[in-house]
């Protein structure tokens, strides 16, 4: 019995050594699992890119990178995308890493200037584009962002003689380049578009949005130029689809409200700058633009607070700091006066009576903004004499930029 039972002993250990073993992965080892290839997660983002759905998009090119740290393709095209929604430090950081990898990448240095010139850092992005040039001499990118840049130097009046026709002859080298690029179509626009030729602005970005009509930039391009032409309803119609594809954007809004109040429909274009306000709490130009709409609509009470904000500054509902606008030329002129009348038709003859001076020292060649210095002026005259009457807005048109 001791042998029989021995030998079934045995037989056991031989077969779990033979058979159980063999088939019985090793304890504490993490079970090996398939990995998706880098290539799969870039073409699931150019399908959501292509979907409109870009915020989506980078985060596929994120998993990308982390899966292929060293493709500089992948940190260019994430940094393009980025761009497209207004995160332009990190379009920024990630051309930076494509060019770490190959510092003669000439897209990455067109996009990094691109992505630099959206931060106002107006002399770098310029030299960032034209290094890119040198690279690669028709390289159509890069002409396309060099046209966007040159022309928006020359509407701040930041450019030197000459720079608007630089910008022109920019554009048309991208054109000749790449004439069905979406890039070559957007820039040719713009330049179009500060250029004054509306029409033909308003083609080139349609252009623009039959290679890809979902990316919220090129809707609020379209929007800008059919206002311009006063095919009110179609610019609405387009800052909506730039709201769609990008609620958290206070531009499309804060076009919407002044479209509204352009046509009269002030209620609207209060809702509207609302929302403005609510996308973006730290910006004193979308408060100022809130006060304006409510001091047309004769709301000068409820004007007068996010005016002040724009103005003088404050804070926000939730405590953040607002930094008041320095007085210049232009709308921030506007809202000073849109300020200090509804001060004015308020009896806050004091503070009023400060911005009407403030204007006629600050902006002495702004027709507009001394005939508000002196209505304040006449309006507190009045009030002295017979006390505060709200009356309607005597403000002429404003003839700054829409």
Known sequence: MRVFILLVL???????????????????????TATRS?????????????QGKLLQAVEQYKTAIQVDPKNPANYIAIARLQVYTNFFEEAVENAENALLINPNNATAHAI?????FFLEDYLVAEAAIRQAIELEPNNSQAYAYLAEVLATQSQLGIGTIGTLDKAVEASRTAMALSPDSLETHRSRGIVLEITGNYTEAANEFEAAI???????????????????????????????????????????????????????????AIQF????VKDDPLDPYLYGNLGSMYSRNAQYLEAIEPLRIAVRGGNTTEGSEVTGLSLDYGRIAEYYSSYGLALARVGECGEALQISQLLLEGVPTDE?????AETIVQICEETAESGPQIVPSETPEDNVSQ
């Open 10 to 32: 045995l037989a056991g250990a031989l077969y779990v050594n033979q058979v159980v073993v063999p088939a019985t992965p090793p304890l504490f080892i993490p079970t090996p």
């Open 38 to 50: 880098p290539e799969s997660f870039v073409t699931d983002a150019e399908t959501l890119a292509a």
């Open 112 to 116: 990094r200037g691109w992505a630099l």
């Open 210 to 268: 039959a290679i890809n009509p979902n990316i919220a930039d090129l809707h609020l391009a379209l929007g800008r130029s059919y206002r311009f032409l006063e095919q009110y309803d179609k610019a609405i119609e387009e800052f909506n689809r730039a709201n769609a594809l990008n609620p958290a954007d206070p531009n499309p809004d804060t076009f919407i409200s002044r479209t509204y109040s352009t046509v009269g429909e002030y209620a609207k």
């Open 273 to 276: 700058a609302q929302q403005a």
């Open 368 to 372: 507009i903004g001394i005939f508000n």
